[in-house]
């Protein structure tokens, strides 16, 4: 039995009722199961992912730092400033960003690419 299972009916009912001004069509069952849903096996809750540094970003997508900057600024990557210097990356926006990749169109492509170097 876990701690969610121990919550009174009573208790219940009456959070359904709050709730249901905001969510119609939530009942006991529904917020019983939406409550499980969050916690693990043992009743405790999810783990904090732990945020990353733009290197351990830059190190995981093969790419430099300035990049990490950009994607930072484009909201490519969700970041948070814990002080000027002190930046944490969400894992989540890593995956999101994968799975997703950058359009065509931002991809920055150095001018001296397009011209082929002439030997004399």
Known sequence: MTKIDTIPASVMSIAVKLLQEYIPELTADGLRTAISQHYN??????????????????????????????????????????????????????????????PQEEVLTPPCLGKRRVNR
């Open 41 to 102: 096996d043992d009743g405790q809750s999810p783990p904090i992912q732990k945020g990353l540094t733009r290197q351990e970003c830059a190190n995981i997508l093969g790419v430099s730092i300035t990049t990490i900057n950009r994607y930072i600024k484009n909201r490519k990557l969700e970041a948070v400033n814990i002080s000027p210097r002190l930046v944490r990356i969400n894992p989540n926006s890593i995956h999101e960003l994968l799975n997703r990749g950058i």
